[in-house]
């Protein structure tokens, strides 16, 4: 049974393209700025990227479209995927008709040209460099926070645009359970002197050209999908979706330490698996994309971690590390 | 003095940069299609291209814009740059008011689509399997043709979106001259049996990383700013730009005959040149980028043979093409 039938939605859905669309092109805006990018091109790009961010919100908090939604709102018997157009339509207009555009342009293109900042500050280790930028972003965040509104904490505004609902107080909860469990352990180890030693694996050099063999084999093991599915550079790593056919990852070569790069790329590639399996059905809808930053998270991290740092997942790979870098093949598994 | 300081026009370039913007982003948008982009992302692609074309034909021949435009026009007084941004405008805005937007997104969609068929077509020698393809994009250019309008010719709509003003009786007459002339040219090389004997370096293969260093040695020699510019790869060389701050150039490496990557580098250079000595002050506005076709083909094919098809030339990158290449040393100049 196809998942959109009733007509109003269906007409909603063919209206949201063109909103879909001016996405689509900001995702790619984002990912080309961060990867190959020219750097005196960030001007152009962080204004361009603050435009059809404020066009965005334009066509999205428009009339004609905010009652498009209202009526869909309103029909009888939507499925479970109807009703989740609806609603993630609806808490979007919600939040971008309290923001003004102004605020949103001016946090667009500063967050656009502090990249290219940080960038140059992460590669000379200077802080200062990026200082401004951040205290700016910093600014605009709180006005935004103030435009959102909030119950208890300002944060809890922010918060709530990249895990709904999630307050600064439960995040609390969560740590000052985690807190005092970590630190028991933390006084035990450091009171038995029990550390693990650094292996010389992690200062052992490796060629790029090598390092990114030994990725793509890794991915290419892990059934990623390199037709619908990229692997790139950038400083800090990254996952970005144009679509469900269309998600980019990126990794970084420090030149040394080579389960850094290995495991960044398959932490981001349980980001994109996510996304990549995605029902093509929803591509192109509000519900076409992760639910979450937290469920988002859960995903790389369970691939990096229970998966990644595993004694079978090494025996796996250990052919390609061999064959590729060679100096491992030294160690025991 | 300062280009813009008519109050009217003003607001014109602000207004528009909106829609520059969607140019920015569209363009960007070509040129990963081309390069980078997973090949199954080819109908979000197409999709996000033809609405993005389309809402750039609105907001262009909006009534809040077109009065806009028409009130800049009556200003007196405007200097050169301002009475340019009203012409460039007033000729876009003519042409897109008489093209139906569903014609437009057809178009749009459909040569989107046909890059991917055309690409893989092309790597399979299979003329058939774009064919269809083909055949859409005439049958749809003939349809714009007729909206457009003409006095003589079809064609002459068509072509007057890539030089203004030129008719397919001008190019006839530009025929008609060079051809007989080429004929009689032919006629005696053949009938003198006088060619130039292949030379067996179109048949040396080069590795294609020490191809791609010679191609950025030499762009580097020629000035190509690397912080406003690239160099990728694509199946036709090609140039876009996405301001007057990010220009991209592409070339091919077949794998033999140096010469044919080296001379679309070179040519393609020529291209990029042109738009990286834009007037920094235009950029983002509508006379930010080439005049027309021709005078950008002027440019790239002067670069390409009358500075690049030379002993003096060689000469130049002669030790470049040694030291990377390696096989050239066994040549004179």
Same mark, same amino acid.
């Given at each position: 049974?196809?998942?959109?039938?009733?007509?109003?939605?269906?007409?909603?859905?063919?209206?949201?393209?063109?909103?879909?669309?001016?996405?689509?092109?900001?995702?790619?805006?984002?990912?080309?700025?961060?990867?190959?990018?020219?750097?005196?091109?960030?001007?152009?790009?962080?204004?361009?990227?603050?435009?059809?961010?404020?066009?965005?919100?334009?066509?999205?908090?428009?009339?004609?479209?905010?009652?498009?939604?209202?009526?869909?709102?309103?029909?009888?018997?939507?499925?479970?995927? $109807?009703?989740?157009?609806? /609603? *993630? =339509?609806? +808490?979007?207009?919600?939040?971008?008709?309290?923001?003004? @555009? #102004?605020?949103?342009?001016?946090?667009?293109?500063?967050?656009?040209?502090?990249?290219?900042?940080?960038?140059?500050?992460?590669?000379?280790?200077?802080?200062?460099?990026?200082?401004?930028?951040?205290?700016?972003?910093?600014?605009?965040?709180?006005?935004?926070?103030?435009?959102?509104?909030?119950?208890?904490?300002?944060?809890?505004?922010?918060?709530?645009?990249?895990?709904?609902?999630?307050?600064?107080?439960?995040?609390?909860?969560?740590?000052?359970?985690? $807190?005092?469990?970590?630190? /028991? *352990? =933390?006084? +035990?180890?450091?009171?038995?002197?029990?550390?693990?030693? @650094? #292996?010389?694996?992690?200062?052992?050099?490796?060629?790029?050209?090598?390092?990114?063999?030994?990725?793509?084999?890794?991915?290419?093991?892990?059934?990623?999908?390199?037709?619908?599915?990229?692997?790139?550079?950038?400083?800090?790593?990254?996952?970005?979706?144009?679509?469900?056919?269309?998600?980019?990852?990126?990794?970084?070569?420090?030149?040394?330490?080579?389960?850094?790069?290995?495991?960044?790329?398959?932490?981001?590639?349980?980001?994109?698996?996510?996304?990549?399996?995605?029902?093509?059905?929803?591509?192109?809808?509000?519900?076409?994309?992760?639910?979450?930053?937290?469920?988002?998270?859960?995903?790389?991290?369970?691939?990096?971690?229970?998966?990644?740092?595993?004694?079978?997942?090494?025996?796996?790979?250990?052919?390609?590390?061999?064959?590729?870098?060679?100096?491992?093949?030294?160690?025991?598994?």
């Amino acid at each position: 049974m196809a998942k959109f039938e009733n007509p109003v939605i269906k007409e909603l859905l063919e209206r949201y393209r063109r909103i879909w669309s001016l996405e689509h092109a900001m995702s790619l805006m984002g990912w080309d700025e961060e990867t190959y990018m020219p750097s005196q091109g960030v001007v152009e790009r962080a204004t361009a990227m603050a435009e059809l961010r404020t066009l965005y919100q334009e066509l999205i908090t428009s009339d004609q479209f905010v009652s498009l939604v209202e009526r869909a709102s309103k029909q009888e018997g939507l499925n479970e995927y $109807e009703r989740g157009v609806v /609603r *993630v =339509l609806t +808490r979007e207009i919600t939040i971008l008709k309290k923001i003004p @555009p #102004s605020l949103n342009y001016e946090l667009t293109k500063t967050s656009q040209e502090a990249f290219i900042a940080w960038r140059e500050a992460k590669a000379k280790s200077d802080f200062q460099m990026f200082r401004p930028y951040l205290e700016k972003i910093v600014e605009l965040n709180r006005q935004m926070a103030e435009k959102l509104g909030y119950e208890e904490n300002p944060y809890d505004a922010l918060l709530d645009l990249h895990e709904e609902g999630l307050r600064t107080r439960d995040v609390r909860g969560v740590f000052s359970v985690l $807190e005092p469990a970590m630190k /028991r *352990v =933390l006084d +035990r180890v450091t009171s038995e002197g029990y550390f693990s030693s @650094p #292996s010389p694996l992690e200062e052992t050099k490796y060629e790029e050209a090598a390092m990114r063999r030994v990725n793509e084999a890794v991915l290419s093991l892990l059934g990623y999908p390199t037709d619908r599915a990229r692997l790139d550079v950038s400083p800090h790593p990254f996952t970005i979706n144009m679509g469900v056919n269309d998600v980019r990852i990126t990794t970084r070569y420090e030149g040394f330490d080579f389960k850094r790069s290995l495991f960044s790329v398959v932490h981001e590639f349980g980001h994109a698996t996510y996304e990549l399996q995605i029902d093509p059905e929803l591509d192109m809808t509000p519900i076409g994309t992760g639910a979450s930053l937290g469920v988002h998270e859960g995903q790389s991290r369970f691939w990096e971690n229970v998966v990644g740092r595993t004694l079978s997942f090494v025996k796996v790979i250990r052919p390609i590390l061999d064959r590729e870098l060679g100096f491992t093949r030294a160690y025991s598994d």
